[in-house]
Every structure is written in structure tokens, then in C-alpha cells.
């Protein structure tokens, strides 16, 4: 175990933080076209969060209910004695209100405490009432230790915010462990899943939601795409653990529609949009407005990066979904762009050929080995990687292929997998021994998930790589709901003095159900 304990849990539910993020949201109708006569002061109802946090860097979220401009104070302690003050962008309606800031020069392993203001545009000495958050910085010192917790897929079948049920009690669970930071494997919304008011259980229990206008449709103009990621923010435990836990997020494909891809032109008839390139456009759009990530202001606003948290771990975050070729059977025997495409391919084996990081955790948003349908329009299609032949490389899998034979080759040390998607949790073994493909050293992949969302069996396994099922836990019917169970995430634990990387497979109310211990230094586990 790392060095650093584990808070308590009343300590982690109370106190300031806690208090800050529940501050009365406007009502579900000013979300999507905030009142710019409203009286009064600037507002930030929807919570503050940071993210892709470093040593010395981070971003801080916000959004307000009205033009304001965002400011950053920040301070060693919950007093804010002598603050630093950072100046954010103007928030308008070009960004639907919403702003991010990034702090620099901050030190390194430290507990920072921050308060965002929004101030009036025609007079800044009126603000609203601060909002208040902190985040650790990464550690340089390797003794530190470093944990942190992954899963995915909010919201999903339907299955919404049911204040019967206290909402998103997965997130006070994950917020317990004090981690470092939360890794979302994708699905951070279900664009294209409309929710109602009532679900009937097949116990015959009801299930309620909250709904929105937003969400009473699948989304195709930006306003619902924003409308979407605006929808999880009336949680009230998703806010405090905003407020309290740094994030690095990634996408997949309900941030836009089921098993997109570029150019896709949709058969849905829910659709008047057909074409998934516009719908993609705009989702970008609003996931970028709603995350605090540090790449998509660049001009290319791509997903994929590289975080860096201190000599112990560097996390490589994937886009399996904007670069990928059609879905098709995938018995193709060459495939140049596959599921990453030829730059993100050649930039993934750059960053982990040239990481120092003791463990390089990679954050895959599809799994490898489990086979992954898409049937949509009729054709036994595949959504992720493996296609279901278990001989040598075909389609999606040759990039895969090329991909362990370099970290092989290379021997590159300490690689893991993490994902979520397929709405269970389980560790798979990759083995040469037991694979048709045999030139890359044994691994893992971690699957966990979902934090609220429909459970559904357990995926079959493609022996191409050689895949063993060591821990599996799934239901066995599709779209179980929240109420019954089967919401899981994932901790990953670094030791600050071995250096192993511990493996814990959670239960929504964070019972272990499965744990798998790492030795550093290994090219192969």
C-alpha cells in the first residue's frame, strides 16, 4: 500500500467542499439558454472541476448563468490567505457560458485549494459568490505513491439520475478512496439515449428519472449535445467529486451516436441529421466546452495524449473512435488506418519508447480481446478490435499486433491496459503461450464499468492474443439496472517504496471484488 492514507469516509462527504458543490442549481430550463436579464451577480451552479493535472499545471471548469469573467484564486490553505490570482477567458455564448483556466508554476505534491469568481463583465468589482475545489499536483518525490480510479459509461439505456435512489452514489464511493485522480474510460454521455420519466423494473418497481428537454431526444444540434453533458452536472455527488477529484477524460462513442465512425451516414430513422460527421463536429464541440483537457485547444483538437504523473506512472490516453476506419467483419489482411490510425499509432509507440515513467498505464477507450459487435444495420460487424476469428491478425487486430510486438521489441517495461465500454468488469491475461499471435511478452487488461448505466453478459473472448478470463462479474441479461447492481469501477494503486501497481475491481459502494498485485521493471506480467 502507498504511503499516504486513506481519509475518512465522513471527512470525504463533509466539509467545505461538499458544501460548495451543492449550491442550488437554476432550473433545467436555464441550462440551455442562461437569462441574461436575470438581477443580481454572476452565478456558478454547476460546480467547478479540473483536470489533465501534472506536477505543475492544471485546469479549472467552469460555467456560469450569464457573460462573466472567470477568476482563479488559489492558496496552500482553506483560508486563502495572500491568493494568487489567475485571469480566465470572458464566458459568452460561443462556449455556452462555460471557461476553463490553466494554472502554471504550481508545486509539485501539494494540496491546492481553489475558488473560482465569476465577475461582471461591465464591473468587475461585482462577482458571484465563490465557488470552491481542490486537487493534488503530481509528485516528483517517487516515494509519494500515486492512486488513482477509472470507469465509464453515465447514464446510459435510459437509466438516469433516480433521486429515489440518491443519484450517483458511485461517485461518494470512488471519492473515499482520495485518489489522485479519475480516469474516464469514455461514454461520459449517451447523446444518443433519450431518457423518461419512468422505467418499469421487471420486478415491477418503478424507476424514475430526472429528465431535461435535452434529453428527451437523441442529440443532434450543439444545444442537445450541450444540453447532454450539461444533464450529468445535476447530480449532486458527480459535483462534489468534481470538486474535490481532477479528472482525465477521454471519449467514445455516445458522446455522438452508437459505434459511429467517420463518415458514416446513419439508417436511424430517429435521426433528420443523417450524416455523423456534423454530428461529430458538434459533440467535439461540447465535450470540449464541458472538460478540462488540455489538448483540445490545440489546432488539430485531438483526444489523445500523454499525462505524466511524476517518475511512477504515465497514463496514455486513446482515441479509438475519430481516426478509425469503417466498421466492416474485419478479415481484412491489411489494414494501414485500423481502429487508431497511422499517426496516433506512430505517436503512441514514440510517447511509451521515450517514457521514464516506472508504469505506463495505457487508457484504451475498447477493449482488445472481447469481441465487440456492431449489427446496426444488419451485417455481422465489428465494433472494437478483435473480430471473433482466433488465428493470426486480421483487421483492427494487425495494429494491435504491431503495436505489443514493438513493446516487445523495445522492451518497454511496466506497460497495463485499462477500459470500460462493456458495461462489466473484469481482468483479462494475455498470454503468447495460448495465442495465435506470439511475438509480444504476457499483459493485462483491466475492464471496469459502468458508473450508471445498463449491465450486460460478459463479452466472448478472441484468442488471437491469447486472452484468459481471470475475473469476470456481469449479469446475465442485457440492460440491468442501476438498482440491481452491477455498477463497477477500477483502482489502481502504485506503491511509493516497491513500486507495485495493485489492481482492485469495485462494486459501486466500493467492495473489493478482485485484486491483482504488478512487479515493476517487467517488460511482460
Not at 380 to 400: K, S
Request: aromatic share 10%; glycine share 10%; hydrophobic share 35%.
Amino acid at each position: 500500500m502507498s504511503q499516504r492514507p486513506l481519509p475518512d469516509r465522513r471527512t470525504v462527504l463533509r466539509g467545505s467542499l461538499a458544501a460548495s458543490a451543492a449550491l442550488t442549481l437554476p432550473a433545467a430550463g436555464l441550462g440551455a439558454a442562461p437569462a441574461l436579464a436575470l438581477s443580481g451577480r454572476p452565478r456558478a451552479g454547476w460546480g467547478v472541476q479540473t483536470g489533465d493535472v501534472t506536477t505543475d499545471s492544471g485546469l479549472v471548469w467552469v460555467r456560469s448563468d450569464r457573460p462573466a469573467r472567470m477568476i482563479v484564486e488559489t492558496s496552500a490553505t482553506e483560508s486563502f490567505r495572500n491568493p494568487r490570482r489567475w485571469h480566465g477567458p470572458l464566458l459568452g455564448a460561443d462556449t455556452d457560458f462555460t471557461g476553463t483556466t490553466r494554472l502554471r508554476g504550481l508545486p509539485p505534491g501539494e494540496q491546492i485549494h481553489y475558488r473560482v469568481l465569476l465577475a461582471d463583465p461591465d464591473d468587475p468589482r461585482r462577482t458571484g459568490e465563490p465557488v470552491t475545489g481542490t486537487f493534488r499536483t503530481a509528485s516528483v518525490r517517487r516515494r509519494d505513491g500515486v492512486r488513482f480510479v477509472w470507469s465509464g459509461d453515465l447514464a446510459g439505456q435510459g437509466w438516469g439520475i433516480n433521486p429515489d435512489l440518491g443519484g450517483y452514489r458511485i461517485y461518494d464511493a470512488m471519492a473515499a478512496l482520495d485518489p489522485d485522480f479519475f480516469l474516464c474510460s469514455g461514454d461520459n454521455v449517451y447523446a444518443d439515449g433519450p431518457i423518461g420519466e419512468t422505467v418499469t423494473l421487471p420486478d415491477g418497481r418503478i424507476w424514475r428519472n430526472v429528465t431535461t428537454e435535452e434529453k428527451s431526444k437523441v442529440a443532434e444540434t450543439l444545444a442537445e449535445f450541450r444540453g447532454n453533458f450539461r444533464y450529468n452536472l445535476l447530480d449532486e455527488n458527480l459535483r462534489a467529486f468534481n470538486a474535490r477529484v481532477p479528472s482525465i477524460i477521454q471519449w467514445d462513442d455516445h458522446e455522438v451516436t452508437n459505434n459511429w465512425y467517420p463518415g458514416e451516414i446513419l439508417a436511424d430513422g430517429r435521426y433528420t441529421e443523417k450524416n455523423v460527421d456534423v454530428l461529430a463536429a458538434r459533440a467535439r464541440q461540447a465535450f470540449s466546452e464541458y472538460f478540462p483537457i488540455s489538448t483540445l485547444r490545440r489546432p488539430d483538437g485531438r483526444v489523445y495524449r500523454v499525462q505524466r504523473h511524476g517518475p511512477l506512472l504515465d497514463v496514455f490516453v486513446l482515441d479509438m473512435r475519430t481516426y478509425r476506419n469503417a466498421n466492416s467483419p474485419g478479415g481484412q489482411s491489411t489494414d494501414p488506418q485500423g481502429i487508431l490510425g497511422r499517426e496516433q499509432l506512430e505517436w503512441l509507440k514514440k510517447e511509451l519508447s521515450r517514457s521514464r515513467a516506472v508504469w505506463k498505464v495505457i487508457a484504451s477507450d475498447m477493449p482488445l480481446g472481447l469481441v465487440v459487435p456492431d449489427t446496426g444495420d444488419g451485417r455481422p460487424n465489428i465494433e472494437a478490435v478483435a473480430q471473433g476469428d482466433p488465428g493470426a491478425p486480421l483487421g483492427r487486430e494487425l495494429q494491435i499486433a504491431e503495436l505489443l510486438r514493438f513493446v516487445k521489441h523495445r522492451r518497454i517495461t511496466g506497460t497495463v491496459w485499462v477500459t470500460a465500454d462493456v458495461h462489466y468488469t473484469s481482468a483479462q491475461h494475455y498470454q503468447p503461450s495460448r495465442a495465435a499471435f506470439t511475438d509480444f511478452e504476457p499483459f493485462w487488461e483491466f475492464v471496469s464499468g459502468p458508473l450508471n448505466a445498463g449491465a450486460f453478459p460478459a463479452n466472448a473472448l478472441d484468442g488471437t492474443f491469447g486472452p484468459e478470463r481471470v475475473f469476470v462479474k456481469a449479469p446475465t441479461r442485457a440492460n440491468v439496472s442501476p438498482a440491481e447492481g452491477y455498477q463497477f469501477f477500477g483502482e489502481v494503486d502504485i506503491d511509493g517504496d516497491t513500486a507495485e501497481l495493485t489492481v482492485r475491481l469495485r462494486e459501486q459502494d466500493g467492495t473489493v471484488l478482485f485484486t491483482k498485485v504488478l512487479q515493476p521493471g517487467l517488460v511482460g506480467q
